[in-house]
């Protein structure tokens, strides 16, 4: 760490390099893209010995999934679908035809309890289309307060899966400018198209950035091969890493930029996956099965989804954090225990492997995406504003309407190499 003030005597404006970008997610790489284009020389750091970031593709279990993110949402604009044409890499769109079943507590749950459950899911939409923010932000939760202890938390645990917070921790004038449109998924998996994106670009893999100092002529990147003085920086790191204070600034970020990631937090929506080998247990391949028995429980399984041998089960917001924090062997057998009674108890005996990428406890990610807090709707645009003429933070926090996506953070990368591309090289 030390070796990040060995520039503090220096006085040449010379450089190493051009534009560092800390980062080979989705925004680093779209970043380095267009300033490549626009005939600059960006240099791409990445910690992880990948690139990608929470766009991933795992093979670890034979059949291959998408453990980070799996849809291109808001088809429509999201650039990802002209990259996976110029790619020529098959998208569709999402089949579920296998069927979906609802569970309390392991069993199925009564039609009549569907029923009031579906009909109370509704409630966020319909009050976000009638509720005026306009005098001041608030919470999901708040807003669905009036709906009473039993059916607020109903109402709001649908956030788990999609948001990945807890209802009390959420934005709802973020939620509500949140863009919406058709999915899409990529069947060969959205992290590995993500991947593919970046060839031909300077990725250098396994360099975690320990500080950057903004305040010279030149900004001055240390990672663990030491130091790179280039024009201008791009830090792409999710929000859960700034405020980890993984990365050292010198001087420290401005008060703006302090208090914008104060708003800001990150979900925690989280993936466990299975090699199931074997029975199917009598269901349709896709068919898709929740267990909704507790609200702030919920978890969702995608049951051998394209015919595959694996079983994906998700969850969110504090429930997803004790099973990150608790690790894979814990977390395996308490979500083996509980589709073992929603299937059969055989279903112990077909599980051959697990794997679980808990972005929570990841220390490249510290979650699954940014969340904004309630009264902190500006929180992205304040993030995202230059600082020092040098240094842009970019990615999906910093996306506005496109947030909590790799389409969002693609545009975001876009926008902040436009930034800088104005540099003097």
């Known amino acids: ?10 006085s040449s404006a010379a450089t190493d390099a051009d534009i560092v970008i800390v980062g080979a997610g989705a925004a680093g790489i779209a970043a380095a893209q267009a300033l490549r284009a626009a005939g600059r020389k ?16 795992d093979n670890s279990l034979g059949p ?25 890499i098959e998208t569709a769109e999402e089949s579920w035809g296998g069927g979906f079943r609802v569970f309390a507590n392991g069993r199925p749950m009564a039609d009549a309890d569907r029923r009031r459950r579906r009909d109370t899911f509704n409630q966020i939409d319909r009050r976000l289309e009638t509720v005026d923010l306009a005098a001041r932000d608030m919470s999901i939760a708040e807003l669905l307060g009036d709906l009473g202890p039993d059916s607020a938390p109903v109402a709001a645990s ?51 950035v320990e500080a950057i100092r903004w305040d010279g002529p030149s900004v001055t990147v240390a990672s663990r091969s030491g130091e790179l003085r280039a024009n201008g920086c791009i830090v792409t790191v999710p929000v859960g890493v700034l405020k980890a204070g993984a990365i050292r600034f010198t001087p420290e970020l401005p008060a703006a930029t302090r208090d914008a990631l104060t708003g800001l937090h990150m979900g925690a929506l989280t993936k466990i996956a299975f090699r199931v080998e074997g029975d199917r247990f009598g269901l349709t391949p896709g068919a898709s099965l929740l267990e ?38 814990e977390a395996r057998a308490h979500v083996v225990d509980l589709l073992a009674t929603m299937v ?57 309407g496109g947030a909590m996506t790799v389409g969002g953070a693609t545009l975001a990368g876009r926008a902040a190499a436009t930034a800088l591309a104005r540099l003097k090289a």
């Open 1 to 10: 760490m030390a070796a990040a003030f060995a520039i503090s005597g220096r």
């Open 42 to 57: 960006p240099i791409v750091l990445e910690a992880r010995g990948r690139v990608g970031g929470r766009a991933f593709t």
């Open 64 to 88: 291959a999934y998408d453990a980070g993110a799996m849809f291109i949402h808001w088809a429509e604009r999201n650039p990802w679908v002209q990259i996976a044409r110029e790619l020529r």
């Open 158 to 208: 649908g956030l788990l899966l999609s948001i990945g917070e807890e209802s009390s921790r959420i934005s709802a004038r973020d939620y509500q400018r949140l863009w919406s449109g058709d999915d899409l998924v990529i069947p060969s998996g959205y992290g590995d198209l993500v991947t593919r994106s970046a060839a031909g670009l300077d990725i250098r893999l396994n360099e975690p």
């Open 292 to 329: 909704a028995g507790a609200p702030e429980r919920m978890m969702n399984f995608d049951m051998f989804p394209d015919g595959k041998d694996i079983v994906i089960g998700y969850c969110g917001g504090d429930y997803a954090r004790k099973l990150s924090e608790a690790g894979t062997q």
């Open 344 to 400: 059969g108890a055989d279903f112990r005996k077909a599980v051959k492997a697990v794997s679980f990428p808990a972005w929570w406890t990841d220390p490249f990610s510290r979650g699954s995406y940014s969340v904004c807090d309630p009264g902190h709707e500006n929180a992205r645009e304040a993030l995202a504003q230059p600082i020092g003429g040098r240094l842009v933070i970019a990615g999906e926090a910093t996306a506005g």
